[in-house]
């Protein structure tokens, strides 16, 4: 029984994904975001009971890439395809399709994010180099910067954050630059930490506190920051590894 444990939870997060599009053809993306999070939480500890439980397989390793296309692919993109719509009219997608040669086509700038993470992950799984970091922008990462737009205009009490999510210009830029990211060649340290008291798990450690930090004075504000931070301490971890 103890095997079908961690695809159990890989289905999970498949199922969140799917109630996260859900949520979004209805505009609700609010809770689209709320059932991404939870999916990303459930592909956190698929690999972790896989681990613990020593029932890694290659089927999990299939398995969990296609629910991640879903939650961090598919549901991210169309969150994102909703923000841009708003930028040009208040419709629904219905009345979009049906005045495309009107309204225009830049809503569809964002199919590059499921197109970016279709990529990404099937490259992730031939890929032996990331064992202990990423190379290129986790799919998780990006997703978390994208539906956190939505809950800063529900939730945020900074007016230039707010602002960003109805910027047209802003939001095709997420579309563009989050797509090469994924699947550039930048490397990326990674969160697992195997070693407690090893010295390459300070960089981890100070990014632990200063999310921490961010959350607890910014709120929601702090989820697009702590991915730029996330980023910005792999720029820095990069350069000192070279100079030494």
Do not use: C
Not at 27 to 35: D, R, W
Not at 68 to 76: C, L, N
Not at 144 to 151: A, E, G, H, Y
């Amino acid at each position: 029984m103890k095997k079908h444990i961690p695809n159990t939870i890989t289905l999970l997060n498949l199922a969140s994904g799917i109630i996260a599009l859900l949520f979004s053809s209805q505009n609700q993306l609010e809770y689209a975001a709320y059932f991404v999070i939870l999916g990303i939480i459930f592909d956190f500890f698929d690999g972790f009971f896989a681990r613990i439980l020593q029932v890694k397989s290659d089927l999990g390793l299939q398995l969990d890439s296609l629910a991640d296309m879903v939650t961090s692919g598919v549901a991210p993109g169309f969150i994102l395809f909703q923000l841009l719509l708003h930028t040009i009219t208040d419709e629904s997608i219905g009345y979009y399709l049906q005045h495309l040669n009107e309204l225009g086509y830049l809503p569809f700038v964002s199919i590059l994010i499921p197109l970016g993470a279709a990529y990404r992950l099937a490259n992730f799984n031939i890929d032996t180099r990331q064992t202990t970091s990423f190379i290129g922008l986790p799919t998780p990462a990006l997703t978390l910067f994208i539906i956190s737009l939505p809950l800063l205009s529900k939730y945020g009490t900074y007016q230039w954050a707010m602002d960003l999510v109805t910027d047209s210009y802003f939001l095709v830029v997420v579309s563009l630059l989050g797509s090469i990211m994924m699947n550039s060649k930048f490397s990326l340290f990674s969160l697992k930490i195997s070693d407690y008291k090893s010295k390459e798990n300070r960089i981890k450690y100070l990014f632990i506190i200063g999310a921490a930090i961010l959350l607890v004075t910014l709120q929601v504000t702090a989820i697009p920051l702590i991915i730029l931070f996330y980023i910005t301490l792999s720029v820095l971890n990069n350069l000192t590894n070279q100079s030494i």
